[in-house]
């Protein structure tokens, strides 16, 4: 993630387009509403995250409503409520996404079980 403007949005599996390329390939510049990663045990490292941490400021940045942000091995949800600072909720079993996306509520006691 490192040198990426901010107006460069990361698309899973890998597609990046920045603003010169965009113009060419006649892409509208959008965001999701909402993204949600998943972390691996060894994506959960202090660079691993820092990444994770790093992405997700980015698409927040380019108008992303939600991002959410799931590491399994600590039980723990980083949640990005569009232009607000992330919250930490541990062990949620429900996720409930608010205003941001309200039809959406997660169950995360599947997820924790294993």
Same mark, same amino acid.
């Given at each position: 993630?490192?040198?990426?403007? %901010? $107006?460069? /949005? *990361? @698309?899973?599996?890998?597609?990046? /387009?920045?603003?010169? $390329? $965009?113009?060419?390939? @006649?892409?509208?510049?959008?965001? $999701?509403?909402?993204?949600?990663?998943?972390?691996?045990?060894? @994506?959960?490292?202090?660079?691993?995250?820092? =990444? !994770?941490?790093?992405?997700?400021?980015? !698409?927040?940045?380019?108008?992303?409503?939600?991002?959410?942000?799931?590491?399994?091995?600590?039980? /723990?949800?980083? /949640?990005? *409520?569009?232009?607000?600072? *992330?919250?930490?909720?541990?062990? %949620?079993?429900?996720? @409930?996404?608010?205003?941001?996306? *309200?039809?959406?509520?997660?169950?995360?006691?599947? =997820?924790?079980?294993?």
């Amino acid at each position: 993630m490192e040198g990426l403007q %901010p $107006r460069c /949005v *990361p @698309d899973p599996p890998g597609l990046l /387009v920045g603003p010169h $390329r $965009r113009a060419a390939l @006649d892409f509208a510049p959008l965001c $999701r509403d909402l993204l949600a990663e998943l972390a691996s045990p060894i @994506d959960e490292r202090p660079k691993g995250l820092t =990444i !994770y941490s790093k992405k997700m400021a980015l !698409y927040q940045a380019n108008g992303a409503r939600l991002g959410l942000l799931h590491l399994p091995e600590e039980r /723990v949800v980083d /949640v990005w *409520p569009g232009s607000k600072a *992330p919250q930490r909720l541990e062990r %949620p079993e429900v996720l @409930d996404a608010g205003r941001e996306i *309200p039809a959406l509520r997660l169950n995360l006691g599947e =997820i924790w079980a294993g």
